[in-house]
């Protein structure tokens, strides 16, 4: 459940950034999807995925949140995930795939170094639906490769690249409805319950 929604924010912050206002006009409202490229007019674009590294796991042993609501109170669960996100470059010259990943190297360096001017970091770190942590000190370097054969059965290259970014984050789920829950609606008390406290 937490995939979609991950994969979807990470997409949507580079839309925001290589947006028709990007400085390098040739990357102005560049193609960034959850899906891998299949068509030619999908060229050049960004695949971005998530590949996890750990466990899905919750937040302590037993661990139950709640919050006040009409008549009682929910309870929910606090998960915790973590892996990297992978932002594969897709294109049909070594120039054009080159070009984008030192654009997409400019982006991580920019959120890193002033995070004000980054729409990608504020995009990511301010989510209501899932929180994200992303390392912007290290930037994976993988997967350079240049491949004979496209998806639309022609005998032309494609050139690929992968950039990495450790990401660990949580998100809440409400536990009688299963229903993804933005994080910013919940207001942690100490205790809910009519019983007495142990202590």
């Known amino acids: 459940m937490y995939l979609t929604h991950l994969k979807t924010m990470l997409a949507q912050a580079l839309r925001l950034t290589f947006d ?5 006009q040739a990357l102005r409202s560049l193609k960034v999807d959850i899906e891998f490229p299949l068509r030619p007019q999908d060229y050049p674009s960004i695949w971005v995925d998530f590949e996890p590294t750990g466990d899905l796991e919750t937040i302590g042993i037993d661990h139950v949140e709640y919050q006040d609501v009409t008549g009682g109170a929910e309870a929910y669960s606090r998960w915790r995930y973590q892996g990297n996100a992978t932002f ?16 997409l190297i400019r982006v991580f360096a920019i959120a890193r170094g002033n995070p004000a001017i980054s729409p990608l970091r504020t995009y990511v ?6 929180a994200a942590n992303m390392d912007f000190d290290t930037i994976g370097m993988r997967g350079f490769s240049a491949s004979p054969g ?5 005998d032309e290259v494609i050139y690929e690249a ?6 660990i984050g949580e998100f809440l789920v409400a536990n009688l409805s299963g229903v993804f829950v933005p994080i910013s609606e919940i207001k942690v008390s100490e205790y809910t319950g009519t019983e007495p406290q142990p202590w």
């Open 20 to 24: 028709a206002h990007y400085p390098v």
């Open 88 to 103: 594969t470059v897709a294109a049909m010259s070594s120039l054009e795939r080159d070009t984008i990943v030192d654009e």
């Open 125 to 130: 770190e301010d989510n209501p639906l899932i």
């Open 150 to 154: 496209t998806p639309w059965q022609t």
């Open 162 to 167: 992968t950039l990495s970014k450790e990401v």
